[in-house]
């Protein structure tokens, strides 16, 4: 008959192998959502959306790895999610800035304007506020994705888009925990009322 200490390495192992799947499960649910259509990607709704698929996928991951699961499952689970937000956010503002470079490609007049004000900018501080503005368009910042994001509610001064998006990523880890919780207590109420 086997120790309590044999089962203890297979325990950890275990453990070990759901956070490595967790890893990877979070890395491609997050690079997926990224090339989501920017029209599915509703404020708010987009990363609750991903934060419940988080859920259901850690969930089942969890099933196959894991004999027991304990209360820290939803929180890790939930940091994992929200990890794999940050990620989806910025691939998302990497995709949107490789968009404008494209856009800036086919403009060609354009970008002959905004060299332009690029060489008037040298002498003008005026001049030199609005290059900087323009040539954003073209090669936007994190903060400028961040902004475009809300631009459908109005025009929102730093820091509020970063605020926002960083609550979002918080939705997201919540929603994972939430399901991750709710699947757990449907899981015992079942197996208590088939007894």
Not at 21 to 38: E, H, I, R
Not at 90 to 109: I, T
Not at 120 to 144: C, T
Request: net charge positive; glycine share 6%.
């Amino acid at each position: 008959m086997p120790s309590v200490s044999d089962s203890a390495p297979t325990t950890y192992t275990r453990i070990a192998l759901w956070l490595l799947g967790a890893l990877v499960a979070v890395g491609v649910l997050s690079v997926t959502a990224s090339y989501a259509p920017g029209v599915m990607k509703r404020l708010i709704v987009f990363y609750i959306v991903y934060g419940i698929a988080c859920g259901f996928v850690l969930d089942w991951l969890a099933g196959e790895l894991l004999t027991r699961r304990g209360s820290w499952l939803p929180v890790i689970a939930g940091v994992l999610c929200a990890a794999g937000a940050l990620n989806l956010g910025w691939l998302s503002y990497r995709h949107f800035e490789q968009a404008r470079h494209l856009l800036a490609q086919q403009r060609s007049k354009d970008v002959q304007i905004l060299e332009t004000l690029r060489q008037a900018s040298e002498n003008d501080p005026a001049v030199r506020e609005e290059y900087a503005e323009e040539l954003r368009q073209f090669s936007p910042r994190f903060e400028d994705y961040l902004a475009h994001r809300v631009s459908s509610l109005g025009k929102w001064p730093a820091p509020w888009p970063l605020v926002l998006w960083l609550g979002e990523v918080s939705i997201a880890g919540v929603a994972c925990s939430l399901t991750l919780r709710q699947l757990n207590r449907t899981r015992r109420s079942t197996s208590n009322l088939s007894m």
